[in-house]
């Protein structure tokens, strides 16, 4: 898969959204916006845990060339941005990893997230292994992958992200992480830790549109 040019820009943030401008002009895929913030992990539910282990909004569409700002709310966050295919739907992603329970919507398998997984799309292809843990502590497939943080290299895993926290924690305020798509196509983004991906669902999706580049 050609992947090509991206740009990664990390900034503090200090509060759970930050300003950015939005051009939206009429209608059509040229007229996405430029700007789109997420929130990665909850913004009300800070103190961890499945609650705040969610992507807020857990799809969003950006015009060909903008830019989508992650907010990084609580601990232990690291994202992943992967391409899938345009017909993957967030029930193909979930499907493949921890099931869990009608009514407390909690993993049932305590063991799944050290477990080796291969996560495919739509079409069938792999997009991420995740290997076992251990050797492996973080989700950690460079396959494809088209930017990371708080991977692991070689055994050492590298810090997670400062999460923006309620006052009196100690991870306030947060990182924001800002991205810019330069090719069209359906990008996954999942949370590199184990825990929070494979057991409480931690991922979205960013739809690129407009002119120019396709991802494949």
């Known amino acids: 898969m050609s992947i090509r040019r991206a740009v990664l820009v990390l900034v503090s943030a200090f509060v759970l959204g930050l300003p950015l401008s939005v051009d ?18 909850s913004p009300t539910n800070l103190a961890g845990g499945a609650p705040n282990q969610i992507v807020v909004p857990d799809e969003v569409t950006v015009r060909n060339g903008g830019r989508v700002t992650f907010i990084v709310n609580g601990p232990g966050h690291g994202l992943a941005i992967y391409a899938v295919s345009k017909d993957t739907t967030r029930d193909d992603i979930s499907a493949q990893l921890c099931p869990h329970d009608p009514v407390t919507n909690a993993c049932t398998d305590p063991g799944f997230a050290n477990a080796d997984h291969a996560i495919h799309d739509a079409k069938g292809g792999v997009i991420i292994q995740t290997d076992t843990n251990p050797p492996t502590a973080r989700i950690n497939d460079p396959t494809d992958r088209l930017f990371a943080t708080s991977i692991q290299i070689e055994a050492v895993p590298t810090p997670f992200l400062t999460g923006t926290a ?23 983004v999942m949370c590199v ?24």
Do not use: E, I
Not at 24 to 41: L, M, S, W, Y
Not at 193 to 214: E, I, K, P, T, Y
């Open 166 to 188: 309620a006052p009196g924690f100690t991870t306030n305020p947060g990182t924001a992480v800002q991205y810019q798509f330069t090719a069209t196509g359906r990008y996954l």
């Open 193 to 216: 830790n184990r825990a929070h991906a494979l057991s409480n669902w931690m991922f979205g999706f960013v739809n690129v549109v407009g002119q120019g580049n396709d991802q494949q």
């Open 24 to 41: 939206t002009v009429a209608q059509g895929n040229d007229k996405a916006p430029a700007d789109v913030v997420v929130q990665f992990g």
